[in-house]
């Protein structure tokens, strides 16, 4: 599998390294902004990491790039987003969004892009497969115990903006409205918490990530489930074809 990187930050980065070391996964280069001082430089420049020549291509010349690769996966920002969308349209390559925050108008152009083009997307601003896991169960309990009371509590480093789309998503999942309570504080990669309070008994389920390679782990399961398909799709669509393989319904399970 082929893949592009936008968005050479602290998880972009991870990305590209485990791509670059990896034998199943190749990387081809990145997009940055026309604007970007990466531009024309490479990625081992800029992370300055021996071994690593590929080229950064501004987005307006970045065709052939495109062109080269099966997936790009955006971890860029959401004003960027968009403009990276269009590329992978025109070149029919498959994007897995990792940018957050985008305007529900923002997203019904993406839809709408993967419907009319000849390409696929993947909504995923909640990365981790864990935490796709706790907004699965999320939705199981206030199905089964709708008088529960649910309240979420979230932990990320000093400089995280409050409310994380991702407690915004486990708040959803509840169709409850709870409560969010968020601490920003020290270097928390990101820790959240959901209380499923009743009168006799109460659920607490607790996801944290260790390090932003859980971020990598949930771009790299994307990028293979979009190889191949078109339309647009959301992490929970990754998560259900996971679930199918594990119940042996693709063959990939214990039995």
């Known amino acids: 599998m082929r893949i592009v990187v936008a968005g050479l930050g602290k998880a972009g980065s991870l990305l590209a390294k485990r791509i670059a ?35 950064i291509v501004p987005v307006s010349h970045a065709a052939g790039l495109m062109q080269a690769a099966d997936v790009l996966v955006d971890f860029s920002n959401e004003d960027f987003t968009p403009r990276l ?35 696929g997307i993947v909504y995923a601003p909640t990365l981790t497969l864990g935490i796709n896991l706790v907004i699965e ?32 998503k486990i708040a959803e999942a509840t169709n409850a409205d709870p409560p969010i309570s968020s601490l920003r504080v020290g270097g928390y990669v990101g820790v959240h918490e959901l209380a499923c309070v009743g009168d006799n008994e109460c659920i607490s389920i607790v996801h944290e990530s ?27 669509d990754v998560m259900s074809e996971l679930e199918a393989k594990c119940l042996n319904l693709e063959g990939c399970g214990n039995g």
Request: proline content about 4%; charged content about 25%; aromatic content about 8%.
């Open 137 to 168: 169960f999320a939705k199981k309990i206030s199905c089964v115990l709708p008088h529960f009371d649910f309240a979420i509590v979230e932990r990320h480093r000093r400089d995280k903006p409050p409310v994380s789309e991702t407690a915004r």
């Open 21 to 55: 070391a990896s034998s199943d996964m190749e990387l081809v280069g990145a997009v940055c902004r026309d604007t970007s001082p990466s531009s024309g430089k490479t990625v081992g420049d800029v992370l300055n990491a021996t071994g690593m020549d590929y080229p």
């Open 210 to 236: 260790f390090s932003r390679e859980a971020f990598v782990d949930g771009a790299i399961a994307a990028t293979e489930f979009i190889q191949g398909k078109k339309g647009y799709f959301t992490m929970e």
């Open 85 to 119: 969308v269009e590329l992978c349209g025109s070149s029919s390559t498959n994007v897995v969004i990792c940018t957050t925050n985008h305007s529900e108008t923002q997203l019904r152009s993406f839809q709408e892009a993967a419907q009319n083009e000849d390409f």
